[in-house]
């Protein structure tokens, strides 16, 4: 049986950096996604496994832009 494992992701390799030249999922700005991510319905939630992690499911949140993207359409 192929068991299918959840990566998660931190809000580094969520979110694209211009200043670091690294291309994230999503053009947008960490405080940007944190702020949409605390203040707008329906946004993928974080999971904290310690006080000072906080991670989101990659599977959540490409099902999250793929929504996006036919709302857009």
């Not at 192929?2 to 931190?10: A, G, P, V, Y």
């Not at 992690?53 to 599977?59: A, C, D, G, H, M």
Request: glycine letters at 6%.
């Amino acid at each position: 049986m192929n068991e299918s494992r959840d990566e998660f992701l931190r809000v580094r390799q969520i979110c694209s950096s211009p200043k670091g030249g690294t291309r994230g999922l999503v053009d947008m700005s960490r405080a940007s996604w944190l702020h949409h991510v605390k203040n707008t319905p329906g946004w993928p939630q974080p999971i904290k496994p310690t006080p000072r992690t906080t991670l989101w499911s990659r599977q959540e949140i490409e099902e999250f832009l793929r929504n996006q993207r036919e709302r857009a359409a």
